[in-house]
């Protein structure tokens, strides 16, 4: 069973940066894509990034340029840099598997607030 695990969320001021982390156990593919969702309060989730087994990247509108989606498959690891925050990025990140845990799958998210 894949547990997913995230992390490096916080408070940022407009314009900052973050880093957060996704820790999968369990049984990983390296050729799996790989995703981060999130989720703002009253809104639907959306998909912010992914990532193919071989790297091939994808991102959403709204973060194209600003975010940078990775992963390390030694280490079972995603990773999401966020440059230049806006309050409007304010929501829960998820990070997800979705060919093995559906498109609301993931783990239980970490917070990410822009505010000054």
């Known amino acids: 069973q894949v547990q997913l695990v995230e992390s490096g969320g916080g408070l940022v001021q407009p314009g900052g940066s973050l880093r957060l982390s996704c820790a999968a156990s369990?049984?990983?593919?390296?050729?799996?894509?790989m995703a981060w969702y999130r989720q703002a309060p009253g809104k639907e989730r959306e998909l912010v990034a992914s990532?193919?087994?071989?790297?091939?990247?994808r991102y959403a509108d709204s973060v194209k340029g600003r975010f940078t989606i990775s992963r390390d498959n030694a280490k079972n690891t995603v990773y999401l840099q966020m440059n230049s925050l806006k309050p409007e990025d304010t929501a829960v990140y998820y990070c997800?598997?979705?060919?093995?845990?559906?498109?609301?799958?993931g783990g239980r998210g970490t917070q990410v607030t822009v505010s000054s």
């Open positions: 997800n598997i979705p060919a093995l845990l559906g498109p609301s799958g």
């Open positions: 990532i193919t087994g071989v790297g091939t990247t």
């Open positions: 369990g049984r990983i593919l390296s050729s799996i894509s």
